[in-house]
Nanobody, 114 residues
Framework: QVQLVESGGGLVQPGGSLRLSCAASGSMSSFTTMAWYRQAPGKEREMVATITSGGTNYGDSVKGRFTISRDYGKNTVYLQMNSLKPEDTAVYYC?????????WGQGTQVTVTS
């Protein structure tokens, strides 16, 4: 069982920045993929960014603005979000795949508004 705890969400003005963190239990070396997803009201959950041993991948709407990274020593994956837009408003979820099984965090709210 993998437990994921997200933090770092909040209220920010357009053009601002936030950094989300996801602390994971268990060894990150056993994780095939670590990722961030988001879900806005009335919309389906969408992939924001993924990180694997092969590199990173981003959703088209966040390319050039968001950066995913991980710290093995802290068992934590991050999402640095810059140049935030109102359409980035959503609940952001951390996701881990280990041995073919998906694990999800509880989500953290990000609201971008003036």
């Amino acid at each position: 069982q993998v437990q994921l705890v997200e933090s770092g969400g909040g209220l920010v003005q357009p053009g601002g920045s936030l950094r989300l963190s996801c602390a994971a239990s268990g060894s990150m070396s056993s994780f095939t993929t670590m990722a961030w997803y988001r879900q806005a009201p009335g919309k389906e959950r969408e992939m924001v960014a993924t990180i694997t041993s092969g590199g990173t991948n981003y959703g088209d709407s966040v390319k050039g603005r968001f950066t995913i990274s991980r710290d093995y020593g802290k068992n934590t994956v991050y999402l640095q979000m810059n140049s935030l837009k109102p359409e980035d408003t959503a609940v952001y979820y951390c996701n881990v795949v280990r041995w073919g099984q998906d694990y999800w965090g509880q989500g953290t709210q990000v609201t971008v508004t003036s």
